[in-house]
Structure formats: C-alpha cells, structure tokens
Nanobody, 127 residues
Framework: VQLQASGGGLVQAGASLRLSCAASGRTSGRIFSNNGMGWFRQAPGKEREFVAA????????NYADSVKGRFTISRDRTKNTVYLQMNSLKPEDTAVYYC?????????????????WGQGTHVTVSS
C-alpha cells in the first residue's frame, strides 16, 4: 500500500487547513478497512511526533494534547482516505505532516505501531 498526503500549504496564524491521505495499491482496500490510521509531524530539528489517530472504523480517536480541540481526524472508508482538519493554526504547528497506517486496528499514538508511511506534506503557519 502507498499513502499519499496532500493539502499542506502556507497560511497565517488562525487559519484552517485540511490534510488528506489517500491509500492506493493492491492491498490498500484491505489495510485501510482494517487498520488504524495516524498523523504525525516533524518540525525542523525536532523528532517526529504524534498528532492524531483514528481506529479502523472511526469509532475511536486519539489526539496529542497540543492539538486537542483544534484538530479533527476522520476517515472515509469508501475513498480509502483519512483527513486531518486543522483549525486555529499556530506558528508552532509548522512542520512536515505524515500520515501512516497502523499495524493494528487501534488509534495508536506510538510511532512503533505504524508500518507504512506517506511522503509528508508541508504546513507552514506564519505569525
């Protein structure tokens, strides 16, 4: 399965963006239907950190404290796509955002729980 993230860009503080992550490939349907999905981000000079995750059926979500109340993760299983709606963006949200497919069906916050990663999309928030 391949994951293609998109939707990044340059915005001002307080603005919104919606990131998308589309799964494709021979096993994409099976993996996307059965596995948790997550978003991580990596700012320059920092470690990749957890942002949000969603369980296989969307019934459970998990957020980093820094984005709770501002970001919303969702998935459309008919489109093999997971979304990250980002509102009230702050300069500290500036990073490359990566989507990933988990090894299990859970909404995990651990990087080790993810086996397939997309290429990343850049988000820059100016003050």
């Amino acid at each position: 399965v391949q994951l293609q993230a998109s939707g990044g860009g340059l915005v001002q503080a307080g603005a919104s963006l919606r990131l998308s992550c589309a799964a494709s490939g021979r096993t994409s349907g099976r993996i996307f239907s059965n596995n948790g999905m997550g978003w991580f981000r990596q700012a320059p000079g920092k470690e990749r950190e957890f942002v949000a995750a969603i369980s296989w059926n969307g019934g459970s979500t998990n957020y980093a404290d820094s984005v709770k109340g501002r970001f919303t993760i969702s998935r459309d299983r008919t489109k093999n796509t997971v979304y990250l709606q980002m509102n009230s963006l702050k300069p500290e949200d500036t990073a490359v955002y990566y989507c990933a497919a988990a090894r299990s069906s859970a909404a995990s916050s651990s990087r080790d729980s993810y086996r397939t990663w997309g290429q990343g999309t850049h988000v820059t928030v100016s003050s």
